[in-house]
């Protein structure tokens, strides 16, 4: 063998060695910038959990990283993340709580500036929402003969669900519902149940069902408005919407989601009028609302003026908001855009 082989073989393992160290070392700093973690408990104004309702998780460009629900305890957590800012997003959808975000930072790093896993605990207390005739928030009475078997199912499921057994109760409500097709209670209570699981196309069968016995369910068609939304069945939508308003006029929920789809078919004047009069019912004080008018505005109608008014409403309404950097940025925008637009 010559030494010039030798020699180039030395060299060639070598740097084969440093590119494996630098392999492992990289590894490591990858797999120790991926070992952060955000957990936290979410309570309700009475400082109990709130339980299997979905927590969200945005990066700062808003893009969305992973969404779970809080488990028996009200526990939520996000595991294996990069050091970065995040903002938790709770969505209470079925109950009366507001919608609530906190920003986080993950920002572990060692003595030498190295990343380190850096595991966040942030906990998140709802507040009750404002307004009359929130979705879902009260049982609707309704008088039914009910066999009594149907009756027990009917109540153990119940029981399950309050004590957060989410597919034990589900699955008593069907039981229920099998044994009396017709269970007006029971249907409202399964169609909540799959509404928040995000089950859009069953959760509308079992609304609709519920009003086939009781066509005045304020709740029921609200609960089919919502889920057509959610499936950008707009138009649809907005029938289900004004349903629920003939039967409750004066609901913020009802009025802020007919405006939200009438924008969606491009339908401004319906849109303006549920949102002004959500407004109006909420005292002001209902960001979602300042926010869809912003955008209706802003957005749709070249009205800057009041886009910026809007949007500084919504701030005075959501004083935590996560993006209120961002909102100022876009008031100066539109005041820009209204001088201009003179």
């Not at 595991?119 to 928030?137: C, E, H, M, V, W």
């Not at 086939?212 to 068609?221: I, K, L, S």
């Not at 109006?280 to 070249?302: C, F, M, P, T």
């Not at 409403?313 to 209120?324: F, M, Q, R, V, W």
């Amino acid at each position: 063998m010559n030494i010039q082989f030798c020699r180039s073989l030395a060299v060639f393992c070598v740097a084969i060695i440093i590119l494996s160290v630098q392999i492992q070392v990289s590894a490591q700093g990858s797999f120790s910038r991926n070992r952060s973690s955000i957990a936290g408990f979410v309570f309700g104004p009475d400082r109990q959990p709130v339980v299997q309702i979905w927590v969200e998780l945005l990066t700062d460009t808003n893009s969305t990283m992973g969404r779970v629900r809080t488990d028996g305890s009200g526990r939520f957590y996000f595991p294996g993340l990069a050091n970065g800012r995040y903002t938790i997003k709770v969505l209470p959808l079925g109950t009366n709580l507001q919608e609530h975000s906190e920003d986080v930072e993950l920002a572990g790093l060692g003595s030498r500036g190295q990343s380190l896993p850096d595991n966040q605990q942030k906990d998140i207390y709802l507040k009750s929402r404002r307004g009359s005739a929130t979705p879902f928030s009260n049982q609707v009475i309704y008088a039914q003969e009910v066999p009594k078997d149907a009756q027990s199912l009917y109540n153990y499921a119940v029981a399950d669900l309050d004590n957060q057994r989410v597919d034990l109760g589900g699955a008593g409500l069907e039981k229920a519902i099998a044994a009396f097709p017709t269970y007006f209670a029971a249907l409202l209570r399964l169609g909540t149940v799959r509404l928040a699981e995000q089950k859009f196309d069953p959760a509308i069968t079992l609304f609709e069902r519920a009003l086939a016995v009781n066509q005045r369910c304020f709740d029921c068609y609200y609960g089919i408005a919502y889920s057509n939304y959610a499936l950008r069945k707009y138009n649809d939508a907005i029938v289900s919407s004004e349903k629920a308003l003939n039967e409750t006029r004066d609901s913020i929920d009802a009025n802020l989601l007919l405006g939200m789809a009438a924008r969606n078919t491009k339908n401004h004047k319906k849109a303006e009028e549920a949102l002004l009069r959500a407004s109006k019912i909420s005292d002001g004080r209902n960001g979602d609302v300042h926010w869809q008018l912003a955008l209706l505005y802003g957005r749709d109608l070249e009205r800057y003026a009041e886009a910026a008014k809007e949007l500084e409403l919504y701030l005075k309404a959501s004083p935590e908001a996560p993006n209120k950097e961002d909102v100022k940025k876009l008031i100066k925008q539109f005041k820009d855009q209204a001088k201009v637009s003179r």
